[in-house]
């Protein structure tokens, strides 16, 4: 079992729960994808999860560094999208806190990847 602030992941039950975003316990063997992604913080809960996407320190339709949301977006073989949030607040594009979360969401992606070799 791997717990972090955001996500408990059991291999052995084959769930993981989420505790910041789409908050639930799901099955492992219906995560059909994930990824890294930043949330534009103005839409965190009002939108699809990774709906409004930061890319780079600025978004699609805004000129201005925006606050976000450091997270994982995870797709079911059902094709819902959740959202696990590593963010616990809206942070700034390569700020030290964008970049420890950052860090903690690459710990979260290796334990998936690592469970997923095939």
Known sequence: MKEFRSIVIDADSNTYTIKDGTQGEYKLSEIKKYSILNEHANYRG??????????????????????LYVGIKITTTANETLAVYISENPVLFNSDLYMS??????????????????
């Open 46 to 67: 009002k939108a699809e999860p990774f709906l409004h996407q930061v890319l780079g320190g600025a978004s699609s339709f805004i000129a201005v560094e925006p606050k």
């Open 101 to 118: 979360d950052k860090k903690e969401a690459e710990k979260i992606k290796s334990v998936l990847d690592k469970l997923f070799e095939r």
